[in-house]
């Protein structure tokens, strides 16, 4: 069984940095789609970086387009999301999630990390 352990929140000022990592274990394949998904405090969670397995640019959400990165490195089976620029509007719990599927809609994410939480506040 596949098991993601998220690591890197925690509480920045605006334009501040931060990168989060997405650390996996128990299954050995790097044919996952992959993405982050976020839940700021009274909202719904939002998609808001994949890679999908087969390939292809990743995609962004438009409130972080620009200011975030999303990689791979599958030597050590990690994903990280590398995040600039942050701004109060990007508090929330940050999740990792894997698929078999092509798509990166949250609702075909199989296996969920438990979050870490990203405050932004001056």
């Known amino acids: 069984q596949l098991q993601l352990v998220e690591s890197g929140g925690g509480l920045v000022q605006p334009g501040e940095s931060l990168r989060l990592s997405c650390s996996a274990s128990?299954?050995?394949?790097?044919?996952?789609?992959v993405g982050w998904f976020r839940q700021a405090p009274g909202k719904e969670r939002e998609g808001i970086s994949c890679i999908s397995r087969i390939g292809g640019a990743p995609n962004y959400a438009d409130s972080v387009k620009g200011r975030f990165t999303i990689s791979r490195d599958y030597a050590k089976s990690t994903v990280f999301l590398q995040m600039n620029s942050l701004n109060t509007e990007d508090t929330a719990v940050y999740y990792c999630?894997?698929?078999?599927?092509?798509?990166?809609?949250?609702?075909?994410?199989?296996?969920w990390g438990k979050g870490t939480l990203v405050t932004v506040s001056s």
């Open positions: 999630a894997v698929s078999l599927h092509a798509s990166c809609s949250e609702s075909v994410m199989e296996y």
């Open positions: 128990g299954l050995g394949s790097n044919y996952w789609t």
